[in-house]
């Protein structure tokens, strides 16, 4: 598959692009080069994309990846050349991996943190790997779409598959940090788009919401992260514009995601 | 306090009410392409394929 062919819909693209874009900007900062995100996910329909930016960006990339989605995710990148060094490896065990202490500059994670019961063990084994930073990342309760998904859940009967209410939370987050003697960079909510998250959400077995327009309009509502004409797009550019603009609080409030960052 | 600040700091809670609205359409709007999408899988009774197969956003279970 070419990279270039996946439609993440609007929503997936903005994420991706905020999200690295926090990342980014503390990895040069702290002159990190390589990077682990450590369990990829399943993040806007496609698997194991969401460091994609950061390999875009320059950065030697590695992706421990669930044996789940490691075809899907080696066939994705196969076609992508980037600047930075891609290491796509096998891992089902995010507490206990085959990482040396200290083997990457920065170790994040997308939606992990809050499904671990004890999620400080997860930190521990980020911080233990990681030489310089630590982030996690977890889905904001506070949005408007976050209480409207677990409805959803409830009224299909579809097990509850995005972790515990109680660590989803920026306090939550730097707790675990703190407990494992990690120093506070920032935190803060990030992907601030102005359209409540749907999460996983499919309208009609589709999670690219145009699938049921008209042909016309389904092409030209194509959207990819990595895709110079949407990072270009003017829209793309406004709202992320607003998002840095905005005061912290409303971020926190608003924000599809919250976000943690501490160093060594 | 220097004037670009404070123009940045007005600037950023100038942005609040406009994304409301912004918000708030989006919200329609998203209503809409839910009925669209319902009422076509009616009609036709054929979902669309996702790109990719769904499955669970985590896939490392509980521990």
């Known amino acids: 598959m070419d990279i270039f062919e996946i439609n993440e819909g609007i929503g997936g693209a903005y994420e991706r692009l905020a999200y690295s874009a926090v990342i980014k900007k503390l990895a040069a900062e702290h002159g990190c080069r390589s990077i682990l995100e450590l369990g990829a996910t399943y993040i806007a329909g496609v698997p194991g994309f969401n460091s994609c930016l950061l390999a875009d960006a320059g950065f030697d990339v590695t992706i421990l990846v669930h044996p789940r989605d490691l075809a899907e995710t080696q066939a994705i990148w196969s076609t992508y050349k980037t600047p930075g060094k891609v290491t796509i490896l096998e891992g089902s065990d995010l507490l206990s991996t085959q990482f040396s202490e200290g083997q990457f500059d920065l170790v994040w994670n997308h939606l992990a943190f809050e499904h671990y019961p004890q999620p400080q063990k997860l930190v521990a084994e980020m911080s233990r790997i990681a030489k310089k930073i630590v982030i996690n990342l977890t889905l904001s309760p506070w949005n408007v779409g976050f209480p409207l998904h677990w409805l959803g859940h409830k009224l299909h009967n579809k097990p509850w598959d995005h972790g515990y209410f109680g660590h989803t939370t920026i306090a939550a987050m730097e707790k675990a940090h703190q407990q494992e003697n990690l120093v506070h960079l920032e935190s803060g909510g990030c992907d601030v788009p102005p359209w409540m998250d749907t999460v996983d959400a499919q309208l009609g077995g589709t999670m690219t919401y145009l699938d049921y327009a008209p042909g016309a309009i389904k092409k030209s509502w194509k959207w990819n992260s990595v895709d110079p004409k949407t990072q270009n797009h003017g829209l793309i550019k406004m709202l992320l514009g607003w998002e840095a603009a905005m005061p912290d609080w409303f971020r926190r409030c608003a924000a599809h995601h919250l976000y943690v960052a501490s160093k060594k | ?63």
Not at chain 2, 4 to 9: A, N
Not at chain 2, 32 to 50: C, D, E, P, Q, Y
Request: aromatic fraction near 14%; glycine fraction near 8%; hydrophobic fraction near 50%.
């Open chain 2, 1 to 63: 306090m220097d004037i670009s600040k404070i123009g940045k700091i007005i600037y950023g809670y100038l942005v609040i009410p406009v994304w409301i609205i912004f918000f708030l359409g989006t919200t329609c709007v998203l209503i809409v392409l839910a009925l669209n999408a319902w009422i076509r899988t009616k009609l036709s009774g054929k979902k669309a394929s996702a790109q990719f197969a769904q499955r669970s956003i985590f896939p490392y279970g509980h521990i």
